[in-house]
């Protein structure tokens, strides 16, 4: 088996009195698309908000490439090679296309303020490559027609792709995709699905993919686990857990019949 | 710079140029230099809460203090202490910005109403120490007898002298302002309007750019202050009270928040309206800016400069096409 990229380690999350995540414990190799599935509140994004640091885990601790990063503001867990996308599309409105994907970049950029403000050489040379890097993140999910377009005028699907283009933009190491087909339709379900494949293939991203629609975990992923009331109910191949009796019974039961 | 601002850039340049060469030649209107030096001043204040309210999306009813910190360090070090007028000034900025951050790291983990809260309780706090000070500061009576503006031994005296280096200063800043909100930094400002989270996730530091737009904001409201009190030469606390906090958001709202010709623009045009057109209502102009920010508020929140432009755009693509 490969290196494991993420870690989890008994991780636990309460809110109030409620258990979101109970003893998790469980670890992603490096270079697979891993879906995490199960029923709504079961964890899931929980789960993602303590791996990007939106809040710490409660207890247990979680390790990215080795380095203990629960805790850590998300802009530390950015900058080691983690990047994500939102549940709700969290694009900014106020920028353009282009511009979104050109954010991007921003820890791979220096400029300060004053080489910013009297845009010195190394700035304007800087600013070329965050626009040539981004228009080939742009190109690389398709959307380089677009660029000028205000990022909120979009119709819904695209912007889902354009979060997708922003968070490779940061060159991660590992791309966490909350809910990505989200009120997607089938053609555009299924691009998203080439396009994930090809995260992995040609960018070598890790992907962990939260996902309710079952075509798209089965056919993208390589490995499935499935959070159940905040606890790891099964893992392993996608033929594996759809087989798991547990699994029928609690979660694709109801679906699959 | 975009080639827009460039255009913009070359007729302001020329409009504040020729500007005293022609009101100095019509008795009638020939102190409006006067007018256009405080509205300059005013300028380098509304520029930097600009970047703050409408690129970094946080509020701030403390400008106005900043502005005095700025003011009465130039007052207090000149007056009491025979300090030149170049290096009090230098001795405001870091007390500003010290104070900046101070001030900033706390309540910038506030959000909305509650930052604006925290900012204008500090407003106040600083209020009350330049009445209460009396022996530094003067108290309500006034800090008398600052001395004029001096570079080395050249004093800038004349009314033209300052006119030309209040709005060379304005010219400077807004260039660097320009350049700045078209930068890597600028977009930082506009992701953590937008979205924090998600401008934090993308490895933004959301609380570093907060603190140090609130410091930079700060830096040209102290230099304004500093201005302020060598050309007035006379400081007295009601400059620098929650008030004046207020005009500088409606300053930058008249304009357009998220344009900083706008916030120019619009401090020129309420400096005019404040020293000059509703002198007459004497304290009643105040009901005349509450009335100025409903409207804008209601019906124009993008600002007027912002909808002017847009129109004129539009008419501009529809005639050359």
């Not at chain 2, 959301?206 to 930079?216: I, M």
Request: with cysteine; charged share 15%; aromatic share 10%.
């Amino acid at each position: 088996m490969a290196r494991k990229l993420l870690r989890l380690e008994s991780v636990s999350r309460k809110f109030g009195g409620l258990d979101a995540l109970r003893n998790v414990t469980y670890a992603v190799p490096e270079g697979v698309i891993q879906a995490i599935i199960g029923p709504n509140g079961a964890g899931k994004t929980t789960l993602f908000n303590c791996v990007s640091g939106v809040f710490p885990p409660t207890s247990g601790s979680i390790y990215f490439d080795g380095v203990r990063i629960d805790g850590l503001p998300s802009h530390k867990i950015a900058a080691l090679g983690v990047s994500r996308t939102f549940q709700n599309v969290a694009l900014f409105k106020n920028m353009s296309v282009l511009e979104n994907v050109m954010l991007g970049r921003h820890r791979q950029s220096r400029a300060g303020f004053l080489a910013c403000g009297f845009r010195l050489p190394s700035m304007k040379r800087e600013e070329q490559e965050i626009i040539r890097r981004a228009r080939e993140y742009l190109d690389f999910v398709g959307l380089v027609d677009e660029e000028n377009k205000p990022a909120g005028s979009l119709p819904l699907g695209k912007q889902k792709i354009l979060e997708i283009a922003r968070a490779l933009a940061t060159e991660p190491r590992l791309l966490l995709l909350d809910e990505p087909a989200g009120g997607l339709n089938t053609a555009e379900t299924e691009q998203l699905g080439d396009l994930i494949r090809r995260i992995k293939k040609t960018l070598g991203v890790t992907v962990l993919l939260v996902e309710h629609d079952m075509n798209l975990v089965m056919e993208c992923s390589d490995l499935v686990v499935v959070l159940h009331f905040g606890t790891v109910l099964a893992s392993g191949t996608p033929s594996e857990v759809k087989n798991n009796e547990k699994v029928i019974e609690v979660y694709l039961g109801s679906a699959a019949n | 710079m975009r080639k827009k601002d460039r255009i913009v850039f070359l007729f302001f340049s020329l409009f504040v140029g020729l500007f005293p060469l022609v009101v100095a030649s019509i008795k009638a209107v020939s102190h409006y230099i006067d007018v256009m030096i405080f509205a300059g001043i005013f300028s380098l204040v509304s520029i930097g809460l600009c970047l703050l309210m409408g690129y970094a999306g946080q509020i701030s009813l403390a400008q106005a203090a900043f502005m005095g910190i700025g003011a009465y360090c130039s007052g207090i070090l000149t007056t009491h202490y025979g300090w030149p007028s170049s290096l009090a000034l230098m001795v405001g900025l870091v007390v500003t910005g010290v104070v900046a951050y101070g001030v900033g790291v706390p309540s910038l983990k506030l959000k909305g109403h509650y930052l604006a809260m925290a900012t204008l309780g500090f407003g106040m706090i600083v209020h009350i120490v330049l009445n209460e000070e009396v022996e530094l500061t003067g108290g309500p009576s006034g800090l008398v007898g600052i001395s004029g503006l001096g570079i080395g031994n050249f004093q800038i005296s004349s009314p033209f002298a300052w006119y030309y280096l209040v709005w060379g200063c304005v010219a400077t800043v807004m260039l660097f302002s320009l350049n700045l909100v078209r930068s890597r930094i600028g977009r930082a400002f506009l992701a953590i309007h937008a979205d924090e989270r998600a401008a934090q996730a993308m490895g933004v530091d959301v609380s570093n750019y907060k603190v140090k737009v609130f410091v930079l904001s700060a830096l040209l409201a102290s230099f304004a202050g500093s201005l302020y009190a060598h050309y007035v030469e006379f400081l007295n606390p009601g400059s620098f009270g929650l008030m004046w906090s207020i005009k500088f958001v409606l300053m930058v709202m008249v304009g357009g928040i998220q344009n900083l010709w706008g916030a120019v623009i619009g401090t020129v045009f309420l400096t005019f309206l404040s020293n000059e057109w509703l002198h007459f209502l004497a304290d009643f102009e105040v009901l005349i800016y509450g009335l100025i920010l409903l409207v804008i508020a209601m019906f124009i929140p993008q600002g007027l400069v912002t909808v002017v432009a847009t129109k004129l755009l539009k008419k501009g693509l529809r005639d050359g096409a």
